[in-house]
């Protein structure tokens, strides 16, 4: 602490001895009397510091010298005491010298007693024991529980105890307590791997992220602070390890293999008794559905159980020394491939009850599956082959061929399944007979009675069946089992890769396919045959059976739809049979598309076939005509078919094949028919003889464009969104949708795009159809129109002597005709299309009579009146139907008006207000009214037609 002030002096020093310097150099006064100055301010500052400085440590120093002086006062006086304390032990030891055998003697007693004290406390905690391991015990502490028994026995057997008969008793007690403790142990991991809920655990129960990391395993320790059982994986590791302890692993692992298959049973018997309660009671909608929900319980708790049975095998296998144990009594340790088999072959043995096979057939068929396996894969080669490839080893006629309906065969009354050979009744009752010699006899019969089984006393032969064997079950027990399948060879990917180890899988595949596709399809083909016998059946024309064949129309299109429901619902229920449940939607749809068609050709046959028997099939007129495609053409022209199905139908002239159509296509509609139908008459035998087959083919149009929307409506669905398609019936759900939250999930489906487009194009053909039959309809229209207005023209008298006040009968029956088919399409169309129907029929009737005018040979003024009244007649009755008036009808009339003015008015009309009709229907009226004259007049005809012909020619 000297050293800053130290540093100043030096510094004031070394500046006084250079300002000396200079003052000896320097020869000027003035520069010396400043320097002069300068080193008396300097001095001054230097004693103030020195003074400052002694005055600042003056303390320290007097205390530092008086601490040196007291430490070299106590040095003296432990140099003083060490003198003294040499002088005494040098006194002690010659003392000790005199009375060493003494000092002997007492020592020898000193541990004499400290070893009796010893062996008193140890005795005492020895008899705390039994306490201290039942408390363990209780707080299910089995590791430090096992470890304290052991170490007791281990300690009882010493030498040191064993020479103490008050011991003995002890010994005998904690004997019986390590029996007690393994008993327990067994039955608590029993517990834990079958019988324990999840639920009554913590969250992380059955943990897969604890479960398959080693290290967390291996870092699993008893804490005697908390519950063990709160993690039931961690349980179960310690109770291997207090077994381990207490060195009983081979007889556990015994026990556990003996109650493996037995358990498995009681699992799925415990979920059948909840499902049964639960989900029955509550109405389950469907045993699809219950068997869905039964199959998803069992098969959560099953995933628990193996992996369980997993972690228990990870930690006996760490156990060197129960293994080794387990090689001297000639055991082995069992895998999880054995814990998997028992439980497939549980569950197999129960979907054969739901699923109503027999079980021989099951066995049969694992047989089968087994020996395929190693024939195609080689016993155990290639053992990440797929179960695709061994399902397709095994062909359907094999498969099938065990998949028997047990309704087919009559079996005696006796229950469902036998287990009188299998190796589990035969050790059950092999169990059975030692504990009756136990009981009888009372002593120990080797190899029973070690263990108390308070679980496992009996094992339910069957199930008790939640719903009726049906093999369409299947819908609700393939999806699960895949998911389920797919998890436990996640789960236990190391030790089950071989094909054989998925015999579940491959068993409800091979069902699917060998035996639920087959029947699907006799299904369809019973009932489209059902289809097609309602099809073939003749009706007579005034039998009651017509209505029941209109309503079978739509009734058949309703169950093809809800066919094809169930198809797509087995799509999302079996989604790896997609594709096949898609071509049998293909092929029921095309199959219904020719009973359609048969169907409308028995609709549209015409009476003449009696007539003409041997012959190939005579249809009515309207149905040849729309076979014309002429005809379709120019029905696609007319403005109405493009305002109702949303496009033209104009033809372009690349669509005109020849000189022909060219020439048919300048021509409307009334024009083009009339110039098809020629100078015939349209016979009662080439209509539709009433209104039956006409509903009938107004349902089966409408039934056919229904159904054309909601196929195309199915396959967009089927390409873009899958999931989406069911919503298209409410009634109708697959099991996999259970709940609401699984509703409009993305479903991957083995749908090809070539099979939408078969879909997408069989659509188009019921459209087409669809559109086939409308356009008979409207044909029929006019060849009823046909039918009754050509009679009255071409065959009617219209030279009259007295004026009638009636229209004629054939005109009245055609209206009656219209009413009644107007009724019958109105109950059956949409509006739109009935309006279709009827448009353009005023302008067809006036065309009709306009054209066959020139077939009147004479008329008078009655004869107008009357054609007249038929026209008025016509055009009420097609006003009422079409709720707008027929003003085409209008233009017949003044047609048939001009016949009451005389030629030449005919002309100056002409003239004054310009030609309404063409110069040909002209020519048609001046010659009916030259031959209507009493006396000929050739030359005014002649100059008539002239006229007309410059009048025509001049307005060109």
Sequence with gaps: FFLPSAVSLMEGSTSLTSAISDLSKTGNLRERE???????????????????????????????LHAFFGVCTQVDDAKARVLALRNALLSCKTLLQCKRDHIRQLWLEHLEYKEMLRLLTKIEEIKGVPDAAEKLMQGKHHVHAAQLLVETTRVLENESFGAIKALHDIYRDLAKRRERMHEHLIDEMHMHLYLKE????????????????????????????????????????????????????????????????????????????????HYVSE????????????????????????????????????????????????????????????????????????????????NAVAFTFNEQASAIFGLGSNLGASTQDLAAAVTDAEASSFFAKTKDKKKPKSLLFSFANSQNAIAETTANL????????????????????????????????????????????????????????????????????????????????????????????ATLKVMRDATDRPVESNSDDHAAKCNSVLQSTKDIFALAGNMCCLMMDLPSYSSEFAGQLHSLLTQYMGICHNRFSNLVRSRRQTQAAGRKTLLVLSAEWQQDRR????????????????????????????????????????????????????????????????????????????????????????????ATV??????????????????????????????????????????????????????????????????????????????????DPIVVQLNKDLMLIEDALSACLLSKRVAYLFDGLPAFCAEILVRNLKCIRRVNSHGVKRMCRNIFALQQNLTNIMKTRATALGRAMQYYELLLLRPEEVLQDIVAKGP????????????????????????????????????FHELV
């Design 34 to 64: 400043t320097k002069r100055v300068e080193l008396e301010d300097k001095l001054e500052k230097l004693n103030k510091q020195v003074t400052e400085f002694v005055d600042e440590h003056h303390d320290s120093f007097f205390a530092s």
């Design 726 to 807: 069911v919503a298209m019936w409410p009634e109708q759900s697959p099991v996999v949708f259970m709940d609401e939250e699984a509703v409009g999930q993305e479903v991957s489906l083995h749908i090809t795009g070539d099979t939408i487009g078969r879909l997408e194009s069989v659509a188009l053909d019921f459209k087409q159809f669809a559109e086939g039959c409308l356009m008979v309809l409207r044909l029929e229209l006019r060849c009823h129109c046909f039918h009754n207005l050509l009679p009255v023209v071409r065959r009617g008298n219209y030279y009259c002597d007295v004026d009638g006040i009636e229209a």
């Design 283 to 362: 109405g389950e909608r469907g045993p699809p559905r219950l068997l869905c929900r039964l199959l998803t319980d069992i098969f959560e708790k099953m995933i628990q159980v193996v992996r369980a049975h997993k972690c228990v095998l990870e930690e006996i296998r760490k156990q060197k020394d129960g293994l080794a144990a387990l090689a001297g009594t000639q055991g082995a340790v069992y895998s999880e491939s054995e814990v998997w088999n028992a439980v497939q072959a549980e569950l197999e043995l129960l979907l054969c009850e739901y699923l109503n096979v027999e079980p021989d057939a099951q």
């Design 434 to 525: 030692e504990r009756t010699l136990q009981e009888e006899c009372g002593s120990f019969v080797p190899g029973a009675g070690q263990l108390n089984d308070k679980y496992t006393n009996m094992a339910a032969s069957s199930h008790k069946l939640l719903c009726k064997k049906d093999l369409h079950n299947i819908t609700g027990i393939f999806k699960p089992t895949v998911m389920f399948t797919e998890e436990i060879s996640v789960l236990l990917a190391a030790t089950c890769r071989s094909p054989a180890s998925q015999s579940l899988r491959q068993f409800v595949e091979t069902f699917v396919r060998s035996v639920f596709l087959q029947q699907l399809r006799e299904d369809l083909r």
């Design 198 to 277: 999840s639920k009554h655990l913590g969250e992380d129960y059955w943990s897969s992220q604890v479960d398959d990391n080693r290290h967390e395993i291996e870092a699993v320790e008893e804490d005697l602070e908390r519950n063990p059982e709160q993690h039931s994986m961690s349980y179960l590791i310690l109770c291997v390890r207090a077994l381990a302890v207490l060195q009983r692993l081979p007889s556990a692992v015994t026990a556990i293999k003996e109650r493996l298959k037995i358990e498995v049973s009681h699992i799925v018997e415990r979920a059948v008794v909840f499902a049964e309660k």
């Design 631 to 722: 005809v379709v053409r120019a029905l696609k022209r007319d403005a109405a078919w493009g305002a109702l199905f949303g496009a033209t139908g104009d033809m372009d002239e690349e669509d005109v094949d020849d000189v022909e159509e060219a020439v048919y296509a300048q021509y409307g509609e009334a024009d083009f028919l009339c110039e098809l139908l020629g100078d015939q008459f349209v016979d009662k035998l080439d209509i539709l003889p009433d209104t039956h087959p006409i509903r009938s083919l107004a349902n089966l149009h409408e039934s056919a464009s229904w159904l054309s929307e909601e196929i195309l409506h199915i396959a967009t669905k089927l390409k873009h969104a899958p």
């Design 916 to 951: 309404v009709f063409t110069e040909r229907e002209y020519r048609n009226v001046l010659t009916l009214m030259y031959a209507s004259l009493k006396t000929q007049d050739d030359d005014g005809y002649a100059a008539s037609i002239q006229d007309l012909g410059a009048i």
